[in-house]
C-alpha cells in the first residue's frame, strides 16, 4: 500500500523515470476526407513529446494548457499508433533550475520533513503531485484530461 506510512518513498523511483504511454487505433477514408482533423490533448502531465505513426507531433510542457494537433495527412487507413513519452518532471525541473542562474526562484527545496521535491516552480504542473507530506507520493505520468479528435 503506498499510502501507509513511508510507503509512498518507496515509490519515488516511478517519478524519476520516463514513461511511454502508447496505443493503436483504426483510421477510416471517412475521417480524412475532412477538412481538418485534430488531435486535441486537454491537458498532458506534463513533458512530454507526443508522435502519430512514428512522426513527432510535437512536446509539451505545461499540465495546465490545451495542445492541438494537425493529423489529417498523418492518420492512415486502417491502424494508427499514437504515442506520448513522457518524461521525469524531477529531471526536467533540475534540468530547469541549473539552466537559469540570473537569480534564485524561491523555494529551492521544500524543508527536510516535507520529503518533496527540489526545483517545483520550474515546472508548470500541478503542486499537489509533488505533495509526499500529503501522502499523495505515488507520483504518477499521465494524460490529465480525455484526448479527443
Not at 55 to 83: A, H, P, Q
Request: positive net charge; hydrophobic residues 35%; charged residues 25%.
Amino acid at each position: 500500500d503506498p499510502y501507509f506510512r513511508f510507503n509512498d518513498l518507496l515509490y519515488r523511483w516511478i517519478a524519476l523515470d520516463n514513461w511511454t504511454y502508447t496505443t493503436t487505433f483504426t483510421g477510416s477514408p471517412q475521417i480524412r476526407i475532412k477538412h481538418k482533423v485534430l488531435l486535441i490533448f486537454d491537458g498532458v502531465d506534463t513533458v512530454a513529446s507526443i508522435s502519430l505513426n512514428g512522426i513527432i507531433l510535437g512536446k509539451t510542457d505545461n499540465m495546465f494548457r490545451r495542445y492541438d494537433f494537425s493529423v489529417r495527412d498523418l492518420l492512415n487507413d486502417g491502424e494508427n499508433v499514437l504515442e506520448v513519452s513522457f518524461f521525469s518532471p524531477i529531471l526536467y525541473a533540475s534540468k530547469q533550475w541549473k539552466a537559469h542562474s540570473s537569480y534564485t526562484v524561491p523555494p529551492e527545496c521544500p524543508p527536510d520533513v516535507q520529503k518533496g521535491e527540489c526545483h517545483v516552480n520550474f515546472i508548470r504542473k500541478v503542486r499537489t503531485k509533488y505533495a509526499l507530506a500529503l501522502k499523495k507520493t505515488k507520483k504518477k505520468q499521465h494524460n490529465f484530461f480525455p484526448i479527443s479528435n
